[in-house]
């Protein structure tokens, strides 16, 4: 059965590698496009899923770690004489501005760097709880982008940057995201995992269990910033221009939408609903649009997807409140549960 | 160094900058009492006023004090529906779910805005009366920058009044100990909850229509900002707490404007000063500077 269930594993990831790699020879640029911001957010949304869904504590802080990523992985793998063109009103930094390291290494350190900047914050803002702690994150982010926003010679302030090579193809954002749903699979399934979920389920019982609030909550933010970062630093080499404004309060929500819809504490979910989040965003793009039905022309009102998407969250809080997924997870087990029923006495398995 | 009437004209802006975040965070000090909610749609409210306000005067061509009491009368109703539509039903969900609720209702605000209203800034009417400046001394200050703290102070004392001696105040501030028991004493949980949203959302109509006058612009987003301000003016004095609430918006409102006025290299930090002082706070002294400890119950 073990065996079975590995061998069906390994044939999904064939099965999606082959259908990347179709994908990748197939689709038009502009598809191409919204499948790479499908993987990218499921990265994000894995990232917030393991501090809110997971580990229950409610962080709006997601904008901050991605900004902190999106800029380090920009600044160290734009070439110089872009580095020049955008850097008109106050040069560049000195060291940074001759600085180059490849992609993946830059991702990399994007990522620490956010890790390393979610840990300074979690460290004294996760003895906050619930929405203390929710708006003492949505502050940090804040600040994070004000910063940003005034650090001239470093970020370009609001300007932006402008030109970062575009290096994330197909390839690295699947593969990035594949990495994210292992490695964030293996630590909800890890001892760590199982102390995360205790923190959520109920922090005095797990305190008294002589789990270490402290150190597990602040390792799940560090890991959650972590990923916020890189999955940051996918976006900016996938847009290609990046600006503080890019990572208000409401780059946030859209991840908060993702794990909302799929099921706060499911990874599979997360999945899904990124999918159907991103894909759907890109569908409803015509209700903004002005439309022709025969010959009556309805203008088109901008802002309507935007209505719509926070209905949706309105909704899905209100009337369905698990989500698509709760806290379960799609698994061979299960599929086999659902389609195949076959009763014990002729040789069916036992759950 | 700056000289006196200088100072002195810094000082009236903040006291009337403080004034309007502390109208806004009684507002979010009464949700938060009652149904111990950050209601992240104050904000959005605060908006929609001016919206109203504007309409009033310019398409209905109402007089000014017509249009702004109608669109305090609407506001108030818009907090009530709100609350109706998006905390009633899930009034003993998990927190966390109201509060994503309460971010949904604050981004629909905000969207609907744009399609209704369009998202280019409007031009808020002008109150000739109001506009005109005063001279004392050296310094000419606007009369609105009088007005304004006038006018709070007004309204809280009439808020402390209902609150403390009214019979609706009563059922208020029981329904805040504990609504569970308010309800089993005979208290009418949700209609002095529904009080609780609209009197808040009153106070955040009149702060946006003095908004509006001080800041002549008006744009679907622009609650944002007062609103999270306001909301961590709540918290500095101790969430839940009216007075507090009051004293939290004048100390932001002053502060900010007091560290821009002598530190004006920092000005492009001001929007960050508010969240330094709240994370400062919430570290050392979470229940604000009125709060008193609350022990833990298991």
């Known amino acids: 059965m073990k065996q079975k269930k590995t061998l069906l594993t390994v044939i999904a990831i064939l099965v999606l590698f082959l259908g990347v790699f179709w994908a990748d020879q197939t689709l038009d640029s502009y598809k191409m496009r919204i499948l790479n911001l499908c993987a990218i957010y499921v990265v994000l949304g894995l990232s917030m899923n393991l501090i809110n869904g997971f580990t229950g504590l409610f962080s709006l802080g997601h904008a901050g770690f991605m900004a902190v990523g999106a800029y380090t992985t920009a600044i160290l793998t734009m070439p110089d004489v872009v580095k020049g063109q955008n850097f008109f009103m106050v040069p560049m930094m000195k060291p940074l501005d001759t600085m180059h390291v490849p992609f993946f290494l830059a991702l990399l350190i994007g990522g620490i760097f956010a890790g390393v900047v979610g840990y300074l914050i979690g460290a004294p803002a996760l003895r906050l709880r619930g929405d203390y702690l929710a708006i003492a994150t949505l502050g940090f982010a804040e600040i994070i982008r004000v910063v940003f926003t005034n650090l001239q010679s470093i970020t370009n302030g609001a300007l932006g940057l402008k030109g970062i090579p575009e290096s994330s193809n197909i390839w690295w954002t699947f593969g990035v995201a594949m990495v994210t749903v292992l490695f964030i699979g293996s630590l909800i399934n890890s001892s760590y995992g199982r102390a995360f979920k205790a923190i959520r389920e109920d922090e005095i019982a797990a305190e008294s269990m002589g789990i270490s609030l402290f150190k597990h909550k602040v390792l799940a933010f560090t890991i959650g910033a972590f990923f916020a970062g890189v999955g940051g630093g996918l976006l900016g080499s996938l847009m290609g221009t990046i600006d503080p404004l890019m990572f208000r309060f409401f780059l946030t929500f859209n991840i908060l939408l993702i794990i909302i819809l799929g099921g706060m504490g499911s990874i599979t979910g997360t999945i899904i609903s990124a999918f159907i989040i991103t894909i759907g965003t890109e569908a409803l793009r015509f209700l903004d649009e002005s439309m022709t039905i025969g010959n009556l022309v309805i203008p088109g009102i901008s802002g309507l997807r935007m209505v719509v998407f926070s209905a949706l969250l309105m909704i899905v809080v209100l009337f369905f409140n698990r989500g698509i997924m709760g806290t379960n997870e799609f698994t061979w087990d299960r599929l086999f549960a659902k389609f195949g029923k076959k009763p014990l006495v002729k040789g069916g398995n036992k759950q | ?298």
């Open chain 2, 1 to 298: 160094m700056m000289d006196i009437s200088t100072f002195f004209q810094h000082l009236t802006n903040g006291i009337s900058l403080g004034s309007l975040y502390a109208l806004v965070a009684i507002g979010y000090t009464m949700v938060y009492g009652t149904l111990r909610l950050i209601n992240f749609a104050h904000g959005d409210v605060f908006m929609m006023t001016t919206y109203f306000a504007f309409y009033g005067v310019a398409t209905f061509m109402l007089p000014w004090y017509v249009s702004f009491i109608l669109a305090i009368i609407l506001t108030a109703a818009l907090g009530m529906l709100l609350e109706i539509g998006a905390y009633r039903p899930l009034r003993d969900a998990p927190k966390i779910s109201i509060m994503i609720s309460a971010i949904g209702a604050s981004f629909l605000l905000e969207n609907l805005a744009v399609v209704l209203f369009g998202g280019r800034p409007k031009a808020f009417p002008t109150v000739n009366l109001l506009m005109d400046s005063i001279q004392l001394g050296s310094v000419s200050i606007q009369k609105l920058t009088f007005v304004i703290p006038v006018v709070t102070i007004l309204f809280l004392v009439g808020l402390l009044y209902l609150i403390n001696h009214t019979k609706t105040g009563m059922a208020m501030r029981a329904v805040a100990k504990d609504y569970e028991t308010a309800g089993i004493m005979g208290v009418n949980v949700n209609k002095t909850i529904s009080q609780t949203f609209a009197i808040g959302s009153m106070l955040a109509a009149v702060g946006g229509i003095m908004w509006g006058l001080k800041f002549p612009q008006i744009a679907p987003l622009m609650g944002v900002m007062p609103g999270l301000k306001a909301f961590i003016a709540a918290v500095i004095g101790g969430i839940g707490n009216i007075k507090g609430a009051v004293i939290g918006g004048f100390i932001l409102g002053i502060g900010e404007i007091m560290i821009v006025a002598f530190l004006p290299s920092l000005s492009g930090y001001r929007d960050a000063f508010a969240f330094i002082f709240l994370i400062v706070i919430l570290l050392f002294k979470p229940t604000g500077i009125t709060g008193e400890k609350i022990a833990e119950k298991v």
